[in-house]
Nanobody, 124 residues
């Protein structure tokens, strides 16, 4: 079981930037073998996929709503994935979660288990 802990959220003005981190801990399986996805849940909305990065060749996928503004990356030596968020908009306000997956996807499945997440608030 891969356990991931999100951090880096906060309050930022529109147009600002934040960098989220997703750190693996307490796992007997190497997170290097997993794709890592970022998801978010805005108030009173369902979870939605934001971005994903594969293991190996580190291919990336982005939701249209964040393409060109967000950048996903990973540092396997530190067992951490990142989400650099630039040009933030009020509609990016949500709790952000990361998931380890067998392969990249931006859709939610019933078996997905969410951690604590990290809250991002974009407001002036």
């Amino acid at each position: 079981q891969v356990q991931l802990v999100e951090s880096g959220g906060g309050l930022v003005q529109p147009g600002g930037s934040l960098r989220l981190s997703c750190a693996a801990s307490g796992s007997s399986l190497d997170v290097d073998y997993f794709a890592v996805g970022w998801f978010r849940q805005a108030p009173e909305k369902e979870h939605e996929g934001v971005s994903c990065i594969t293991s190996g060749d580190e291919s990336t996928v982005y939701a249209n709503s964040v393409k060109g503004r967000f950048t996903i990356s990973r540092d396997n030596a530190k067992k951490t994935a990142f989400l650099q968020m630039n040009s933030l908009k009020p509609e990016d306000t949500a709790v952000y979660y990361c998931l380890a997956m067998a392969s990249c996807r931006l859709w939610v499945t019933p078996s997905d288990e969410w951690g604590q997440g990290t809250r991002v608030t974009v407001s002036s």
